[in-house]
């Protein structure tokens, strides 16, 4: 069954007030749905800020017959990065990103960092059931894998923070 756009924002204002998320609390978030091109076609979503203008989340619209609880965890880790670009502040966010789109090579360790720093988050929102069966419904591959948590990781870090 295909969730309707308004259930999505639903499931985003929801997380937003849950503690992991508490520097984005009450910050507007679009949401669009749209078709990934042909090399991020793997991926379920992107978090995308425009400092003093816009926060966005992008959901592939060909994961949206998802399974609600792995939606939900999806947004969540979109929500992890929105949190932790909040953290990084304007110009760090520049330079991160200028790194992850020219620097891949160099910068490999902070993509890690971040994915599973937003890994965590959904965990601690409550997301670890729906991140679990995600991560093995959809495994990471083509290199992507060693930048986030195994789903054996997402159970271990969940049941040790008593979210399991
Ligand atoms: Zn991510």
């Known amino acids: 069954m295909k969730e309707k756009p308004n259930e999505h924002r639903d499931i985003i204002s929801r997380l937003q007030k849950e503690k992991p998320f508490e520097k984005i609390d009450g910050k507007k ?31 592939n619209q060909d994961r949206l017959d998802d399974d609600p609880d792995e939606i939900a965890a999806t947004i969540a880790h979109e929500l992890g990065h929105h949190e932790q670009y909040s953290s990084l502040g304007t110009i760090e ?16 360790t902070t993509r890690r960092e971040m994915e599973i720093y937003a890994d965590k988050k959904a965990i601690e929102a409550g997301c670890a059931h729906g991140l679990y069966s995600h991560r093995i419904q959809h495994p990471k591959n083509d290199g992507e894998e060693e930048f986030y948590m195994t789903s054996e990781e997402i159970k271990d870090y969940a049941t040790s923070i008593g979210k399991w």
């Open 29 to 59: 978030i679009h949401l669009i749905i749209s078709k990934f091109r042909e090399e991020y076609k793997e991926f379920s979503a992107q978090a995308v800020w425009f400092p003093f203008l816009f926060r966005y989340i992008v959901l």
């Open 93 to 108: 966010y520049f330079r991160t990103m200028f790194m992850l789109i020219f620097r891949k090579k160099e910068i490999r």
